[in-house]
């Protein structure tokens, strides 16, 4: 059977880092309040000139120069993103531009900060269907641009950056043992919508709005959720929690990512947490995790990875992967 494999993996981060102690003269709060309570040290934010497209094709440009493949032979790219440049085109047909691409097909995929799980279920969708060879999956956002400076409860959480993984179809033997993505698991459920959401839009506002988030309800119903999707994973992918090599997480809140951990039986050591340098970068979390991970040599080819994430919506998924 053809499956998705990971050639090439890339991330590009903003120019300013805003630290915690800067946060304490733009809102109440201090430095120990927000690490204690989320495990965030620092977070960087777009300047004049980083958008969501131009960090996500920085980000792309990295990931194919990782894999040794040209713009030229990719054929789809998918964008995972919650702030687009602009409400239409979508920002992926913008980044195909700034590559050079003027073939194949590239679109946005909006599932707030399941995004990037979404959108390699997606691309593994077109790889195996034979629509797509080569696919940038991509997620990227500038979070800092839908954020209310005045509202610490969210503004202490998120930040901007984009990640990126080239795959390309192989010929696997249909185990588990196959490199490339081996099961994805997805659900929804839009009654939570009031939990964590942008109070603007097009179609009601004509604004961008701001992000409003209900910080404890998010909270007790993310390890349920998350856990539950990824049994449900490992059922699929015939795989245990001790056969995962690395978790890699959305990196939203480290009490989430440890709680989520510790119900599964993953041992601390396997989880990859880069929360503390980024913040909650909603879609581009978990690629810049892979990209961190992949690039300091923690995560090596034949790796099983567990990928997973829970968003606004709510939207929640996993995705077990082998590197």
């Not at 690490?35 to 497209?53: K, L, N, P, S």
């Not at 202490?156 to 795959?167: E, Q, R, S, T």
């Not at 050591?269 to 581009?284: I, R």
Request: hydrophobic fraction near 45%; charge should be negative; glycine fraction near 12%.
């Amino acid at each position: 059977m053809i499956r998705s494999v990971v050639r090439g993996f890339g991330a590009a981060l903003p120019k300013r880092v805003m630290t915690n102690r800067e946060l304490e003269d733009i809102v109440e709060t201090s430095d120990e309040w927000i690490v204690q309570r989320t495990g965030i040290r620092q977070r960087y934010v777009a300047g004049e000139g980083e958008t969501t497209a131009s960090l996500g094709a920085d980000a792309a440009r990295a990931a194919l120069e990782n894999a040794g493949m040209s713009a030229s032979s990719i054929d789809l790219i998918i964008c995972a993103t919650s702030t687009p440049d602009n409400t239409f085109p979508a920002t992926a047909v913008d980044i195909q531009n700034r590559l050079g691409i003027h073939h194949g097909f590239a679109f946005d995929m909006q599932a707030v900060c399941s995004g990037f799980v979404y959108a390699m279920a997606t691309a593994d969708l077109y790889i195996r269907g034979g629509m797509a060879k080569r696919v940038l999956v991509i997620g990227a956002e500038t979070f800092s641009r839908i954020l209310d400076w005045k509202d610490r409860t969210t503004c202490v959480l998120f930040g901007d950056g984009a990640g990126a993984l080239v795959l390309e179809a192989e010929e696997g033997n249909g185990t588990n043992a196959d490199r490339g993505v081996l099961t994805a698991q997805l659900r929804s459920d839009g009654v939570h919508k009031e939990k964590l959401y942008v109070d603007g839009g097009p179609s009601t506002t004509g604004t961008v709005g701001h992000l409003r988030m209900e910080g404890r309800e998010v909270f007790k119903h993310a390890v349920g959720m998350i856990t539950d999707v990824i049994e449900a994973a490992f059922e699929a992918g015939g795989a245990t929690a001790d056969d995962i090599d690395w978790m890699v997480p959305h990196q939203a809140n480290r009490r989430i990512i440890d709680a989520s951990a510790k119900k599964l039986g993953i041992p601390a050591e396997k989880v990859v947490v880069t929360v503390d340098l980024h913040g909650n970068t909603s879609a581009a979390s978990i690629p810049l995790a892979l990209a961190t991970a992949a690039g300091d040599g923690r995560i090596k080819k034949g790796d099983l990875v567990l990928l997973e994430a829970m968003g606004g919506g709510f939207t929640w998924g996993a995705v077990l992967v082998r590197w």
